[in-house]
């Protein structure tokens, strides 16, 4: 059983560049959540969905777009990469209410040089 | 606005003691959740504890029970009889109860436990 499986690992790309990294889970849970992790600032909330098609804006949301045509992939995309950016990206799912536990995927750690 | 406040960038611990890891949280909700997760430095998230606000006993799971003191906005993390492999960053973080019901987290306490 994978659970949640991120795409690429690591990633180093360059200024300027759009950026895509990918989320996918097994389990069909509805909701799930995009976090950027950075030091002396905990996880951030970047972007999260409810289901299929529903999206919306979390606390640091500037500079990134999601989409979510199907329940098990939750792709984040930077559209022009800056420095400021270079960070390690979690995805998150959650089955339903607010009780249920988040399950955090591996990571990703990316470099904008 | 909700917000988490870890005050202990670091503890340190000897093997087999008890440690209290600090968490103080600021919400105008009356129904929320509070959650601790441990980050070991392979990085993964690992889900530790949870409590309910109207939750009146203290939660316990194996060696991790929360301290919640409601009345302080308080919800610290105890672990009992530490081990090596409990050296890692400690995050607590709330959700309200409607909503999308997000997770707020804090700056994180790392812990380190020593032989």
């Known amino acids: 059983d994978a659970g949640i499986t991120q795409s690429p690992r690591y990633k180093i790309t360059e200024t300027g560049r759009q950026v895509t990294l990918m989320c996918h889970q097994t389990w069909s849970h509805s909701y799930m959540f995009w976090y950027r992790q950075d030091l002396g600032h905990g996880l951030r909330l970047i972007y999260y969905s409810a289901a299929a098609d529903i999206t919306d804006k979390g606390e640091v949301p500037d500079g990134y777009v999601v989409s979510r045509s199907k329940t098990e992939n939750f792709p984040l995309t930077l559209e022009s990469a800056t420095r400021s950016q270079t960070s390690v990206y979690f995805c998150a799912t959650r089955r339903g209410g607010p009780t249920d536990t988040q399950y955090f995927g591996p990571g990703t750690r990316l470099t904008v040089l | 606005a909700q917000k988490i406040t870890q005050t202990q960038p670091g503890m340190f611990v000897q093997e087999k003691e008890a440690v209290t890891l600090d968490c103080t949280y600021d919400?105008?909700?009356?129904?929320?959740?509070l959650f601790w997760y441990k980050q070991p430095s392979s990085g993964e998230m690992i889900f530790l504890i949870y409590?309910?606000?109207?939750?009146?006993q203290n939660a316990t799971e194996g060696r991790y029970s929360l301290n919640f003191q409601k009345a302080r906005k308080s919800a610290n993390l105890v672990i009992s009889a530490s081990q090596l492999g409990d050296s890692a960053m400690y995050f607590c973080a709330m959700s309200d109860l409607k909503g999308f019901q997000k997770l707020v987290f804090g700056t994180g306490t790392r812990l380190l436990v020593s032989p």
């Open positions: 919400t105008s909700d009356q129904s929320y959740g």
């Open positions: 409590q309910g606000s109207y939750d009146e």
